[in-house]
């Protein structure tokens, strides 16, 4: 049996096009070849010969740069071409990368795939619900599908559902084609978890819309408030067959309840000032409150050294807290070069983020280390986690691998926005502070200058319906 031949691509950022930072090439982590089929998920389809070019990923951050982005599009490319022909294409995107000098990266990358491939092989991606989708993209392409959990735990379930509707229309058992609504609606994903109203039962639906008659997939996007796009907003695919009627009329149904809804997208857990959120941890009679420092979230684009919170808690005499992280490569190596149980006068702060940041000096011991990549150090009565590279210090193993332990803190300030990962099930007291940053969640104060208006928060006064 003639075995299909299906091409495996894919370059996924998160781009906060608010930084001053530029994620580079070595930011991104690549995968090639046979490295993309190793696992067993790939070896279950007896009937596919895989064909698997480049995959790429970084963390959230700044804009991709222009060379950054070309040097991995024309490998990709040139791996692709040298693997034709195939007889479909499944593509591992964000939906949120934004590029230096080209704008949306998701867009002319799967142009360049169309240019290689031809406009008759079934192209099929899975998304991250925080993607800012184009409608090139959706018509450049027969299926997308995106993640259904905030915080994310079903990436596997997603990339298996765009693979299985690929195969099918490379089968020739479906045409499929995208339906794409996008509201004039701007969230924050702190405003959408979908474990709370009324992300939760908005998401709830799309099993139900699934199951109707001529409907392949159905997805909500909440978008990424931090890219400044043309295309930065909610969104709701539904993937059709046929004429795509079926599709369109429950694409227009969800996106006037998501519309309808608007104004109950809040937070889901307790908001405050950064002063309020100092205040109500101190005098907590549960711990550990934990504290989201959502202006300088890490895993939103955030720099991760603004030293507001610590700043905060010193001048308050604040005890039995803990700081995690703040990003600074240089004073992690000041440190470890003074070793543990030294003391050590360093100047932390606004090194990244030179816009929301600055430089903070303190005072403190080296209480332990995990070298290269963490010091903690003692500052008073606050401990402060310094992270070598930007990232969230969220799970119990990084707390533990220098010898701490969130539960017995009484406050822990994390910079994330929404909680995730072992520190959700940590807090008692969960705070959302509305920091200052690079992720600002008070988006009416963000410089858009792309985001096309009126667009709902930053105007409240207009009407709208999918249907017209």
Same mark, same amino acid.
């Given at each position: 049996?003639?075995?299909?031949?299906?091409?495996?691509?894919?370059?996924?950022?998160?781009?906060?096009?608010?930084?001053?930072?530029?994620?580079?090439?070595?930011? =991104?982590?690549?995968?090639?070849?046979?490295?993309?089929?190793?696992?067993?998920?790939?070896?279950? =389809?007896?009937?596919?010969?895989?064909?698997?070019?480049?995959?790429?990923?970084?963390?959230?951050?700044?804009?991709?740069?222009?060379? /950054?982005?070309?040097? $991995?599009? @024309?490998? !990709? #490319?040139?791996? +692709?071409?040298?693997?034709?022909?195939?007889?479909?294409?499944?593509?591992?995107?964000?939906?949120?990368?934004?590029?230096?000098?080209?704008?949306?990266?998701?867009?002319?990358?799967?142009?360049?795939?169309?240019?290689?491939?031809?406009?008759?092989?079934?192209?099929?991606?899975?998304?991250?619900?925080?993607?800012?989708?184009?409608?090139? %993209?959706?018509?450049?392409?027969?299926? !997308?599908?995106?993640?259904?959990?905030?915080?994310?735990?079903?990436? /596997?379930?997603?990339?298996?559902?765009?693979?299985?509707? +690929?195969?099918?229309?490379?089968?020739?058992?479906?045409?499929?084609?995208? &339906?794409?609504?996008?509201?004039?609606?701007? $969230?924050?994903?702190?405003?959408?978890?979908?474990? /709370?109203?009324?992300?939760?039962?908005?998401?709830?639906?799309?099993?139900? #819309?699934?199951?109707?008659?001529?409907?392949?997939?159905?997805?909500?996007?909440?978008?990424?408030?931090?890219?400044?796009?043309?295309?930065?907003?909610?969104?709701?695919?539904?993937?059709?067959?046929?004429?795509?009627?079926?599709?369109?009329?429950?694409?227009?149904? $969800?996106?006037?309840?998501?519309?309808?809804?608007?104004?109950?997208?809040?937070?889901?857990?307790?908001?405050?000032?950064?002063?309020?959120? &100092?205040?109500?941890?101190?005098?907590?009679?549960?711990?550990?409150?934990?504290?989201?420092?959502?202006?300088? @979230?890490?895993?939103?684009?955030?720099?991760?050294?603004?030293?507001?919170?610590?700043?905060?808690?010193?001048?308050?005499?604040?005890? @039995?807290?803990?700081?995690?992280? %703040?990003?600074?490569?240089?004073?992690?190596?000041?440190?470890?070069?003074?070793? &543990?149980?030294?003391?050590?006068?360093?100047?932390?702060?606004?090194?990244?983020?030179?816009?929301?940041?600055?430089?903070?000096? #303190?005072?403190?011991?080296?209480?332990?280390?995990?070298?290269?990549?963490?010091? !903690?150090?003692?500052?008073?009565?606050?401990?402060?986690?310094?992270?070598?590279?930007?990232?969230?210090?969220?799970?119990?193993?990084?707390?533990?691998? +220098?010898?701490?332990?969130?539960?017995?803190?009484?406050? &822990?300030?994390?910079?994330?926005? +929404?909680?995730?990962?072992?520190?959700?099930?940590?807090?008692?007291?969960?705070?959302?502070? !509305?920091?200052?940053?690079?992720?600002? %969640? /008070?988006?009416?104060?963000?410089?858009?200058?792309?985001?096309?208006?009126?667009?709902?928060?930053?105007?409240?006064?207009?009407?709208?319906?999918?249907?017209?």
């Amino acid at each position: 049996m003639m075995k299909m031949r299906c091409a495996i691509c894919g370059i996924r950022h998160e781009s906060n096009s608010f930084s001053t930072l530029k994620t580079q090439i070595d930011n =991104f982590g690549i995968a090639r070849g046979d490295e993309i089929t190793a696992g067993d998920f790939w070896k279950s =389809f007896e009937d596919v010969e895989w064909v698997p070019t480049l995959v790429a990923g970084a963390s959230p951050h700044g804009l991709v740069s222009k060379e /950054a982005y070309l040097e $991995l599009k @024309n490998e !990709l #490319i040139s791996r +692709l071409r040298d693997g034709m022909p195939v007889d479909g294409v499944y593509m591992s995107l964000h939906g949120a990368m934004h590029v230096e000098g080209i704008g949306d990266g998701e867009t002319d990358l799967i142009k360049s795939v169309r240019e290689v491939v031809g406009s008759a092989v079934p192209i099929a991606g899975s998304l991250d619900l925080h993607g800012n989708i184009s409608p090139e %993209l959706a018509a450049s392409t027969n299926a !997308l599908t995106a993640y259904r959990t905030a915080p994310h735990v079903d990436g /596997a379930e997603t990339r298996e559902r765009a693979v299985n509707h +690929l195969i099918r229309c490379m089968r020739g058992e479906v045409k499929a084609s995208n &339906v794409l609504i996008k509201l004039p609606l701007l $969230l924050p994903g702190e405003y959408a978890v979908t474990e /709370a109203e009324p992300a939760r039962s908005l998401y709830a639906k799309l099993p139900e #819309i699934e199951s109707q008659e001529g409907i392949l997939d159905a997805s909500i996007l909440i978008g990424c408030a931090w890219t400044d796009s043309p295309y930065t907003s909610v969104s709701v695919i539904i993937v059709g067959e046929g004429d795509g009627e079926k599709a369109h009329e429950a694409a227009v149904s $969800l996106a006037n309840e998501i519309w309808s809804r608007r104004s109950e997208f809040v937070p889901e857990v307790e908001v405050a000032s950064v002063e309020e959120a &100092v205040r109500i941890g101190i005098d907590s009679d549960v711990s550990p409150v934990v504290i989201s420092d959502s202006g300088d @979230n890490v895993t939103a684009g955030g720099a991760g050294d603004i030293p507001i919170f610590l700043e905060k808690l010193l001048s308050e005499g604040a005890a @039995n807290t803990i700081v995690a992280g %703040l990003t600074d490569p240089d004073a992690v190596k000041a440190c470890i070069q003074a070793g &543990v149980g030294s003391e050590v006068a360093l100047t932390i702060g606004g090194k990244l983020d030179k816009v929301n940041g600055y430089p903070f000096g #303190i005072t403190g011991m080296v209480e332990s280390l995990n070298a290269p990549s963490a010091a !903690l150090l003692k500052v008073g009565g606050v401990r402060l986690i310094l992270v070598a590279d930007r990232r969230a210090v969220i799970d119990i193993n990084s707390f533990q691998s +220098l010898g701490v332990d969130p539960r017995e803190q009484q406050i &822990v300030v994390v910079k994330v926005g +929404l909680l995730h990962s072992d520190i959700r099930d940590v807090a008692k007291k969960p705070i959302m502070a !509305l920091s200052p940053g690079l992720t600002s %969640l /008070a988006l009416d104060k963000l410089p858009y200058r792309q985001i096309k208006r009126p667009i709902f928060p930053l105007v409240r006064d207009f009407e709208w319906n999918a249907a017209t």
